[in-house]
Nanobody, 115 residues
Framework: QVQLVESGGGLVQAGGSLRLSCAASGRIFSNNVMGWYRRAPGKERELVATIDAGGSTNYADSVKGRFTVSRDKAKNTVDLQMNTLKPEDTAVYYC?????????WGQGTQVTVSS
């Protein structure tokens, strides 16, 4: 069983920064993709950023140039550095670990950006 534990959410003013962290534990298949998704009030969950085992990254257009995803493969952690935050970034952010045929999710951490 894989567990994901997130940390780092909170309240920040527009233009500010936050850093989210996620630690995975358990039996983790090495060929995995880690990343972050978010769900804003009244909206579907959407991809924010992912990073695969080789370090290749993928970002939603809305966060390109502002957010940076990184990982430490040895520690099974993934971070999301969020800069120049906007009120529309307000959402619950979920850590994700994807292996063939299975997705694992964290419990979610709230990010609120005030205008």
């Amino acid at each position: 069983q894989v567990q994901l534990v997130e940390s780092g959410g909170g309240l920040v003013q527009a233009g500010g920064s936050l850093r989210l962290s996620c630690a995975a534990s358990g039996r983790i298949f090495s060929n995995n993709v880690m990343g972050w998704y978010r769900r804003a009030p009244g909206k579907e969950r959407e991809l924010v950023a992912t990073i695969d085992a080789g370090g290749s990254t993928n970002y939603a257009d809305s966060v390109k140039g502002r957010f940076t995803v990184s990982r430490d493969k040895a520690k099974n952690t993934v971070d999301l550095q969020m800069n120049t935050l906007k009120p529309e970034d307000t959402a619950v952010y979920y850590c994700n670990l994807r292996v063939p045929y299975t997705d694992y999710w964290g419990q979610g951490t709230q990010v609120t950006v005030s205008s």
